[in-house]
């Protein structure tokens, strides 16, 4: 056998369809792996998105609630401070009714 009857057979070999098709192959399986991947890292990242758009929304309904509370406090103690009389030692009654009510006007319009 010599050199050229070797490349014959091997080129026979490989062009007849063992060597094209396995080389095809290859590429398939490869490609068809990296949409798995891809696939699995979508579903990962969805998933987490997911998770965070759930805790997004319920620390939201929290600062909600507590901006609720707090304009219901800042409102109640507005109301302690209109009823308190400035004047300590004596019988007159001089609350200081007009400022208080500017700023409760302001926490009731909002």
């Known amino acids: 056998m010599d050199v050229t ?5 091997l080129f026979t070999t490989l062009l ?4 094209v098709a396995s080389f095809m192959q290859y ?7 990296e949409l798995e991947n891809d696939r699995v890292a979508s579903e990962q990242w969805r998933a987490l998105y997911e998770a965070q758009t759930k805790t997004a929304q ?3 309904e929290k600062l909600h609630e507590a901006c ?3 304009a219901k406090e800042k409102q109640q103690t507005l109301m302690c401070r209109f009823y308190v009389c ?9 609350p ?3 400022e208080i009510m ?6 009731t319009e909002k």
């Open 96 to 98: 200081p009714h007009t």
């Open 86 to 94: 400035e004047k300590l030692d004596c019988t007159d009654r001089e």
């Open 16 to 19: 007849s369809g063992g060597g």
């Open 102 to 107: 500017k700023e409760f006007k302001q926490y």
């Open 5 to 9: 009857t070797l490349l014959t057979t």
């Open 58 to 60: 319920s620390l939201r």
């Open 68 to 70: 609720e509370n707090l």
């Open 27 to 33: 590429k398939q399986n490869k490609k068809a792996k």
